[in-house]
């Protein structure tokens, strides 16, 4: 069975750094792209960077300049570096994968657990 495992979040003051980890396991034949969402208490989830296997990336607008998303294919594991946190960046950070277990499989979309990123002012 393909999972997503994350690692990381937790408390940390304005201006400060955390640092998201989230592992793809299982039977795992491909990874294509993988990245991080967040969902704040009553908005919706939105994609905050993802990156493709050949690592191009993507940010949200309002990461830019301070979230690094990177990735390590011979782990499967993306990484999300994230630096001069704003309470606005308070949120469940998800990780998201598309995944394939066979050669001839499909590919399917993958969702970690969910972490806590709580910033305080």
């Known amino acids: 069975q393909l999972q997503l495992?994350?690692?990381g979040g937790g408390l940390v003051q304005a201006g400060g750094s955390l640092r998201l980890s989230c592992a793809a396991s299982g039977s795992i034949f491909s990874v294509s792209?993988?990245?991080?969402?967040?969902?704040?208490?009553g908005k919706q989830r939105e994609?905050?960077?993802?990156i493709t296997s050949g690592g191009i990336t993507n940010y949200a607008?309002?990461?830019?300049?301070?979230?690094?998303?990177?990735?390590?294919?011979?782990?499967?594991?993306?990484?999300l570096q994230m630096n001069s946190l704003k309470p606005e960046d308070t949120a469940v950070y998800y990780c998201n994968g598309v995944?394939?277990?066979?050669?001839?499989?499909?590919w399917g979309d993958y969702w970690g657990q969910g972490t806590q990123v709580t910033v305080s002012s």
């Open 5 to 7: 495992v994350e690692s």
């Open 33 to 41: 792209i993988m990245g991080w969402y967040r969902q704040a208490p």
């Open 61 to 79: 607008d309002s990461v830019k300049g301070r979230f690094t998303i990177s990735r390590d294919n011979a782990k499967n594991t993306v990484y």
């Open 99 to 106: 995944l394939k277990a066979t050669v001839v499989g499909r």
């Open 47 to 50: 994609l905050v960077a993802d």
